[in-house]
């Protein structure tokens, strides 16, 4: 081989090997987009977006229960989709799941009270094009999306059977609460919590302290008109569940505590464990609150 073409090879090469980071990180840049890109959008009041997931066996002459899973602040749609993994249950046990993303404002995408429309029409909108059984609507959610699962509770309780609530986000109180109606509630949160404190208090993922969990729980089981006396009991190793019975219209109230846990999904796929802290594997959150959401349609009223 002569010089000169082994040196045009040895530039070939070298251009090879300094493409390649650029053809990579574009690679993983379609990939993300794919993967997090939303497949439903309505204007409510600017233009939103939403995930929706319709199972297999999907038959449009039976109702069929739908589920709301909202994400934390600074995050969407696609990203709750991964970090709850509804998708696979929804497939296995045949309900719609649908990931709205928060509005996007002048910052990260978040949620507050002026959601509640948003949700509200999302609702519409789906029950509209799918068979929904208007008994089985159910909204969940982590951190920011938990809190706002609160707020649904309080806004729209003619429409949601039941809330579920992960590491929620509490920024307002329950005296803010226009309609103080029974709706069940399950919830998960980590006694490692960084951002949410599970005693309550200041954290730097917020402008105002967080009340305590526990607090929080039994002001839930108050409003639901439950016995005042929960009911205890280990889960494992590092789980046990408090349990509000007897209360109004059905509506338990239950709470389950990490030991240990972080700002995680219980049985869900781990977030970074140095951001967001360890996340159990003895439990399934998603799995539960498909089972505490199956016991509790929406009560005649």
Partial sequence: MTLVKRRTMVIGI?????????????????????????????VSGRNRDYLLFVPKNYDSAKPTPLVISMHGAAM?????KDTSQWNTLADREGFIVVYPSGAKGNGPRHWDEEDVTF?????????ADYNID??????DGISNGGGMAFALSCTLPDRIAAVGMVAAAHL?????????RPVPMISFHGTADLFTPYHGGS??????????????????ARRNRCDPKPIDSAVAADVTRRSYLGCAEDAAVVLYTIHGGGHTWPGGKPLPEWFAGPTTRSIDASSLMWDFFQEHPLMPR
């Avoid at 969407?76 to 709750?80: D, I, K, M, N």
């Avoid at 949700?119 to 029950?127: C, K, V």
């Fill in 14 to 42: 070298m251009w090879v090997l300094l493409s390649l980071p650029v053809a990579m990180a574009l690679a993983e840049a379609v990939s993300f987009y794919v993967l997090n890109a939303s497949n439903g959008t309505l």
């Fill in 76 to 80: 969407w749609g696609a990203a709750q």
């Fill in 119 to 127: 949700i509200s029409e999302l609702i519409d909108t789906l029950e």
């Fill in 134 to 139: 208007q008994a089985r609507i159910y909204a």
């Fill in 172 to 180: 307002v109180p329950f005296s803010w609460c226009p309609d103080p």
């Fill in 203 to 220: 954290s730097w993922a917020a402008p105002k302290p967080f009340p305590s969990v526990v607090t929080w729980t039994a002001n839930w």
